[in-house]
């Protein structure tokens, strides 16, 4: 096959593939909160930001609002929202350390621990599935895999970059 063709197949392989991801990851979305909320009787309010959140928190706790921000790639002002609203449903609380009374950081309660290991089995399971596809594949193709995956994510930052320059 002609390269141009190659190049062209690719492409219209990759546009394929993330119109699927993202009808898969929107399936993932509600089977995954509707799985959260059998677990959590009486559970609505919460979204993906929320659980992420307290993912985060039960992974690096104690950690304060800056550190949170950024790992989880949010805005300050993102994450005092969500935190407060996690505050007043009981699944995060306050805490402060004893070397740093000015500091606020946040710690999970026993049920954020509970949503917490929900949510890692969760993903383990993803984690399992993804693992058993890529099994077939020897390790050469995995070392071109992994290098098409770095410089397809090297592309969409330096574009995220030049976008936000324009605004």
């Known amino acids: 096959m002609e390269k141009a063709t190659s190049v062209q197949h690719v492409y219209d392989l990759l546009i394929k593939m993330n119109h699927q991801l993202e009808q898969h990851q929107q399936r993932e979305r509600i089977s995954f909160l509707e799985e959260i909320h059998e677990h959590f009787d009486g559970i609505a309010s919460l979204n993906l930001t929320d659980v992420h959140l307290i993912d985060c928190i039960g992974r690096h706790e104690p950690i304060n609002v800056t550190t949170l921000a950024d790992r989880m790639e949010l805005s ?68 071109v895999l992994k290098r098409l995956l770095s410089d397809g994510v090297d592309l969409l930052e330096a574009m995220e970059l030049q976008d936000k320059s324009l605004d």
């Open 76 to 143: 300050k002002g993102t994450v005092s929202k969500v935190s407060t609203k996690l505050l007043k449903e009981g699944w995060i609380r306050r805490t402060q350390l004893n070397d740093n009374k000015k500091e606020i950081y946040f710690r999970l309660t026993p049920l954020g621990k509970k949503l917490f290991f929900v949510h890692e089995r969760l993903h383990a399971k993803v984690q399992q599935q993804l693992f058993q596809f890529l099994d077939r594949y020897s390790s050469e193709e995995l070392n």
